[in-house]
């Protein structure tokens, strides 16, 4: 079964930078679709970035549009989140999982459509 595994989250100031990375175990990677998402204290839980199995195709939310990617590198079984100009209101537990569709050229950053869940990371923007 594919477990997911999410690293990289850090205390960082206000406009500094973040890298997350999800890894993979116990199954290939390059069947899913993987996605990014978040939630913050007393929030729901939000779709911010999916990647498709392939890698060609994303989907990112409106609110990290232009300060965050993603990226996957299907050798190591890794995807990538890449978080600039960091805002206190991206605070939250981010979390890396794998689609069921694993289609080739799209994804959903609806959460319905994901199986496999890694445990989190803790980013925190503070000053």
């Known amino acids: 079964q594919l477990q997911l595994a999410e690293s990289g989250g850090d205390l960082v100031s206000p406009g500094g930078s973040l890298r997350l990375t999800c890894s993979a175990s116990g199954y290939s990677m390059i069947y899913y679709g993987i996605g990014w998402f978040r939630q913050a204290p007393g929030k729901e839980l939000e779709g911010i970035y999916c990647?498709?199995?392939?890698?060609?195709?994303?989907n990112s939310a409106d609110s990290v549009k232009g300060r965050f990617t993603i990226s996957r590198d299907t050798t190591e079984s890794k995807v990538y989140l890449e978080m600039n100009s960091l805002k206190p209101e991206d605070t939250a537990i981010y979390y890396c999982?794998?689609?069921?569709?694993?289609?080739?050229?799209?994804?959903?950053?609806?959460?319905?459509?994901?199986?496999?869940w890694g445990q989190g990371t803790q980013v925190t923007v503070s000053s």
């Open positions: 990647i498709s199995s392939s890698g060609a195709g994303t």
């Open positions: 999982a794998a689609d069921v569709l694993g289609l080739d050229n799209s994804c959903d950053l609806d959460r319905k459509e994901y199986k496999y």
